[in-house]
């Protein structure tokens, strides 16, 4: 599936193209009367009657935001949802032992009718797989006014291909908001995270791949000069300290930059499978990005590394510990003029 998603990114441009806002009153109406089912069987009853991908995939969207509650039983309180029996135990674990990640959370969603957005976004994507409609899954940055405030991924959404183009979508933030006091889930749906603008999109959402804000130079979060990005990798190693501590770092051609990562248990930390996945359309030649590898390609307590300064076409640095991407540094270099593109390709 992942050189699909490649072949329509280098068609795509990943460009985005502003879908013309038609009324969506009769697929709403539609997908009010499609009860719980397997995902094979949900996809089919949501989409079998329309004829444009836009309107299947509005017909998904808005199914999942009715019928899908937050799970805010990591705040102590749960809630209830209307509809579906539940499988017992017995027929659930038989359907799903031989299903794919996406699906086997999939189905738990919809036997549990509460999801945190992971849970969203893979329930989206496999309705979307069962629709023939590409669509991934993207994890990265939220700016939210609950839980952490550090620059780390802490959210899922979704990019999915229709017309010709990339489009952004939150099913988590389309379907309600917390209650202040974080113990309890209201439904109400909010047609803002609907396709939305990939300007609009950054304000509040950051991938980890920035190829998915589907900007061609995404601009720089605020949170850039405090720290810099923590992809999902970084929580599984005992990195306790960095160098540089800001994100965005400054420099001139011909500079040597250094930074440097502590760690309180290499050997540990040597034994951890690494989920690295970046492809060579990625790291192809006039890439903005450039990963760096450990000094003598090995980590240690102390683990270093350099980086010359020798174009202004390299805008992010990302660190690679035990071959997975632990940190991602901001590149500005002096001089550098406004038609030299740092941008995502």
Same mark, same amino acid.
């Given at each position: ?106 189905? =738990? ?5 509460? #999801?945190?957005? &992971?849970?969203?976004? $893979?329930? *989206? @994507? ?8 590409? =669509? ?5 940055? #939220?700016?939210? &006014?609950?839980?952490? $405030?550090? *620059? @780390? ?193």
């Amino acid at each position: 599936m992942k050189w699909l998603v490649v072949v329509l990114m280098m068609v795509a441009q990943i460009s985005f193209a502003q879908v013309q806002r038609v009324s969506f009153a009769d697929v709403d109406r539609h997908v009010q009367n499609v009860p719980f089912a397997a995902p094979d069987s949900l996809a089919y009853s949501l989409t079998a009657s329309f004829t444009t991908d836009l309107q299947k995939v509005r017909a998904i969207f808005r199914w999942i935001t009715d019928n899908i509650g937050y799970n805010v039983a990591v705040y102590g309180r749960t809630i209830r949802t209307r509809g579906f029996k539940p499988a017992t135990s017995q027929v659930y674990d038989s359907i799903v032992e031989s299903k794919g990640l996406n699906e086997r959370v999939a189905y =738990s969603v919809l036997r549990n009718k509460v #999801a945190l957005c &992971n849970g969203y976004a $893979r329930l *989206f @994507k496999t309705l979307c797989d069962y629709a023939g409609i590409p =669509s991934e899954i993207v994890t990265g940055y #939220a700016r939210s &006014n609950i839980g952490s $405030r550090k *620059f @780390k991924s802490n959210h899922t959404w979704n990019a999915v291909y229709i017309d010709s183009a990339w489009h952004l979508l939150d099913a988590t933030w389309a379907s309600g908001f917390i209650s202040y006091g974080h113990d309890e889930f209201v439904r109400q749906f909010n047609d803002q995270y609907f396709l939305v603008p990939p300007q609009q999109m950054i304000r509040s959402h950051y991938p980890e791949d920035p190829r998915w804000t589907l900007l061609t130079d995404p601009p720089t979060l605020a949170e850039y000069r405090q720290a810099p990005f923590k992809p999902t990798a970084f929580i599984k190693y005992t990195i306790k300290a960095y160098q540089p501590s800001s994100g965005i770092v400054e420099a001139a051609l011909g500079d040597t930059l250094v930074f440097v990562l502590q760690s309180s248990d290499v050997a540990k930390d040597r034994t951890i499978a690494a989920e690295n996945d970046y492809d060579s359309l990625t790291m192809s030649a006039g890439s903005p990005w450039a990963f760096l590898q450990p000094a003598e390609n090995k980590i240690s307590t102390t683990t270093t590394y350099t980086y010359v300064v020798n174009t202004p076409h390299v805008g992010w640095l990302n660190l690679m510990y035990n071959n997975d991407v632990v940190l991602r540094y901001r590149l500005n270099v002096k001089g550098r003029k406004e038609d030299d593109s740092i941008g995502f390709r």
